[in-house]
T-cell receptor, first 110, second 121 residues
Framework: QSALTQPPSASGSPTQSVTISCTGT?????????VSWYQQHPGKAPKLIIS???RRPSGVSDRFSGSKSGNTASLTVSGLQAEDEADYYC??????????FGGGTKLTVL | QEQLVESGGGVVPPGTSLTLSCRAS????????LHWVRQAPGKGLEWVAL????????SSADSVKGRVTISRDNSRNTLYLQINSLTTEDTAVYYC????????WGGGDCWGRGTLVTVSS
């Protein structure tokens, strides 16, 4: 059970777009379409922003979008706003009722 | 509204056991799988354990396998996590999360605020 790989940090200026990657293997991201993304502000619980690779839960801004290619999933945040500054985590189903998380990416809005 | 509230955390000595609870309200508890996820101070999220909606299917991470028992009581809308042989490595905020699906593969769409477990002598 190895964690998914995310860059530790990402940044962008307001109104710009930023993409965060999440790399797994052919046994998790590459095989299943059960990739989720979470946003976590300091001291708060995680919040689901993308499920099933591309699905946005009700109430989540359409500035957040997800995609997948091979063993790598991506989260794109468009039109960056100050409130987007947070930690972002990916997760994927990995078979045998096992879930994996990425190590997290700290997004800074410059 | 849909809510999960964890309890049972605290300061405990190494080698002891602890049982965490997560009480649900505002949704049909028996329809959804549930997860425990923990976060050590200053660290990332770590998936701990999963239980299906009917309690028949359970699984846990290799890092805690053999030391944790996940269970649920659908009549009480409550999820549990028993952790044995606690070490300092178990110090973390423990969150319960409701999965999107009954089988637990979809990720958590509703999270509690967490309960802090500190393992210290």
């Amino acid at each position: 059970q190895s964690a998914l790989t995310q860059p530790p940090s990402a940044s962008g200026s307001p109104t710009q777009s930023v993409t965060i990657s999440c790399t797994g293997t052919s046994g998790d991201i590459g095989y299943y379409n059960y990739v989720s993304w979470y946003q976590q502000h300091p001291g708060k619980a995680p919040k689901l922003i993308i499920s099933d690779v591309t699905r946005r839960p009700s109430g989540v801004s359409d500035r957040f979008s997800g995609s997948k290619s091979g063993n790598t999933a991506s989260l794109t945040v468009s039109g960056l706003q100050a409130e987007d500054e947070a930690d972002y985590y990916c997760s994927s189903y990995a078979g045998n009722n096992i879930l994996l998380f990425g190590g997290g990416t700290k997004l800074t809005v410059l | 509204q849909e809510q999960l509230v964890e309890s049972g955390g605290g300061v405990v000595p190494p080698g002891t056991s602890l049982t965490l609870s997560c009480r649900a309200s505002g949704f049909t508890f028996s329809h959804f799988a549930l997860h425990w996820v923990r976060q050590a101070p200053g660290k990332g999220l770590e998936w701990v354990a999963l239980i299906s909606n009917d309690g028949r299917d359970k699984s846990s991470a290799d890092s805690v396998k053999g030391r944790v028992t996940i269970s649920r009581d659908n009549s009480r809308n409550t999820l549990y996590l028993q952790i044995n042989s606690l070490t300092t490595e178990d110090t973390a905020v423990y969150y319960c999360a409701r999965d999107l699906y009954s089988y637990g593969w979809g990720g958590g769409d509703c999270w509690g605020r967490g309960t802090l477990v500190t393992v210290s002598s």
